[in-house]
């Protein structure tokens, strides 16, 4: 944008978002700095937690980076569509917070599935089948941190280390993959019963 001779603060919002997928970091940074404050003020609003805005605002702008060819200006302005990311990923990381509180009896009953009469076995194929399908509907990348920190045990930290990725986005892919495993682990749970 420099280069034809506009700073990049007067750069249009549009011509700004068309410039991120050239992957100049100037560019990336002049984005960010324009919209931060309202897509960090979107995300507050909904999640009231401020490390939890802070994490869905960066992933509202790698969203953006990753599908600004796909914006369409007929839709909405600039502000208006990135408004909508964040909201929409925000809603996400609210639904996966809220704890589905666990019946002692039903915790009973899965910990003696674990044990190996052909009864139990068969229970225990069937609630690993469940959980199985369920995380294999989740995003890639979620899926990746949530069998990294669940399976493995590793901790969010070592889960940004190996994803290359920051702690904060790290933390949110495990929550939100295991509140969207909860609640279609309890979805199937209804429509058993």
Not at 112 to 123: F, G, N, S, V, Y
């Amino acid at each position: 944008m420099r280069r034809i001779g506009i700073p990049l603060e007067r750069v249009p919002d549009e011509a700004l978002l068309a410039g991120l997928m050239t992957g100049d970091p100037e560019i990336a940074v002049a984005f960010v700095r324009r919209f931060q404050h309202r897509v960090f003020g979107v995300a507050i609003a909904v999640v009231g937690d401020v490390q939890l805005a802070e994490d869905i605002a960066q992933q509202t702008f790698e969203r953006a980076c990753l599908h600004a060819q796909v914006y369409d200006p007929r839709r909405g302005s600039v502000p208006t569509w990135l408004a909508a990311i964040a909201h929409n990923l925000a809603i996400d990381a609210v639904r996966a917070r809220k704890a589905t509180p666990v019946d002692p009896a039903d915790l009973e009953n899965m910990m003696e599935t674990i044990t190996d009469t052909p009864e139990r076995h068969a229970l225990s194929t069937e609630t690993v089948a469940e959980l199985r399908r369920a995380v294999g509907t989740l995003p890639r990348e979620q899926a990746r941190a949530l069998v990294m920190a669940g399976i493995y045990g590793m901790t969010a930290q070592q889960v940004a280390d190996a994803e290359e990725i920051p702690l904060g986005t790290a933390k949110t892919r495990i929550r939100t993959a295991m509140g969207k495993v909860r609640a279609s682990l309890a979805t199937r749970q209804v429509d058993h019963d």
